[in-house]
């Protein structure tokens, strides 16, 4: 398959070069490569996982998307994960749980609410319902990257939140001061702009230098002013659709959230298919299972590069798919991790 488009024009003339400067010198690798470090983290591609906190057990329920744990992705090389924060018991629920679908309000009454005014206990990673699948606490998984980033000084982790109860930035702080992950959190030295676009992003060196190694974005109820490593989503991001459902024949990639037109600096290209069946008016959409993703070939490099050149055929060659993100990441023989050094400029 034609492969030139994957990789920006201009960066497919200079990434080599430095790469190749880089090998020389001996300098110590920034996300696993010395050719990465001098490149501003908005320069950089990263592998995503979908609903990271989404794996077994259980395994018999449709609502998986991962097959490993987050410690486990972190170690094979994903260096960003999407994760949905989620109060469990009646309340759960889009800001609180006043909306939602008439499933989510139904599910909602079979989950347990929490015991204590903990905020520890009342903030965990769920499906939309914690009813059907609940990986407990969110300090629980920060405490994984953290211990992830305490092993492993040279690396850049970013976190993408759906905030699916609304909760505010000060109640999602205790979770990361329990786990330790806020002594990593990035604050950016820079504020946000009516042009949404063109902010001074560290380097990856830099960012390492300093200790702010972790990245966090939130879509909803970001308050810099109190926690100010809880970044909002949509002005630094924009996301591809994320509504794919089977079969696709090809990935699109226009700019789905926000739907202003205006662009950003940081691309999520959304790269997994979900199955549909409409109930009345309602659609219920579920991930693919494993088998699946394996069957439809989704995650193959061939499938990647197609949706990779379409994104350069829209946004142009020069821009750089920042998060390139799969449910099970780990099918497609390591086809993610391949685009993302193509895009990076990095040579096998």
């Not at 501003?40 to 990271?52: D, L, P, R």
């Not at 990935?251 to 691309?267: E, M």
Request: include cysteine.
């Amino acid at each position: 398959m034609r492969t030139t488009g994957v990789l920006p024009l201009k960066a497919a003339a200079i990434f080599p070069l430095v790469a190749g400067l880089a090998r020389a010198l001996g300098a110590e690798p920034c996300n696993g490569h010395a050719e990465l470090c001098g490149r501003a983290y908005s320069n950089v591609s990263y592998a995503c996982t979908h609903n990271a906190y989404s794996y077994p057990p259980p395994s018999v329920l449709p609502v998986l998307n991962q097959e490993r744990t987050i410690a486990e992705q972190l170690g094979d090389g994903v260096r960003a994960l999407m994760l949905d924060v989620v109060r469990p018991g009646p309340d759960a629920g889009a800001s609180g749980g006043g909306g939602g679908s008439i499933v989510d309000k139904v599910l909602s009454w079979f989950s347990a609410a929490p015991k204590s005014g903990d905020l520890l206990d009342a903030v965990h990673l769920c499906h939309q319902s914690c009813a059907l699948i609940d990986k407990g606490r969110l300090s629980d998984a920060l405490t994984a990257i953290r211990e992830f980033l305490d092993a492993n000084p040279r690396e850049v982790v970013t976190i993408i939140f759906e905030n699916v109860s609304g909760f505010s930035a000060q109640e999602l702080r205790p979770s990361f001061e329990a786990a330790g992950a806020d002594k990593y959190a990035f604050v950016p030295g820079f504020a946000p702009t009516d042009a949404h676009s063109g902010y001074p992003w560290p380097t990856l060196e830099q960012m390492i230098a300093q200790g702010q190694r972790l990245v966090v974005f939130i879509d909803e109820n970001a308050d810099p002013a109190q926690v100010p490593y809880i970044l909002p989503e949509w002005e630094y991001v924009v996301e591809t659709p994320y509504a794919n459902i089977v079969p696709v024949a090809q990935f699109p990639c226009n700019q789905d959230r926000p739907r202003d037109g205006v662009s950003r600096d940081l691309v999520v290209m959304n790269h997994f298919a979900y199955n549909r069946a409409t109930i009345g008016s309602e659609n219920i959409d579920t991930p693919l299972t494993a088998a699946q993703a394996r069957e439809h070939g989704y995650n193959s490099i061939d499938a990647l590069t197609a949706h990779a050149e379409t994104c350069a055929a829209v946004w142009g060659p020069h821009r750089i798919m920042n998060f390139i993100t799969l449910d099970y990441y780990d099918i497609g023989d390591g086809a993610i991790f391949q685009l993302v050094d193509r895009i990076n400029g990095i040579s096998a």
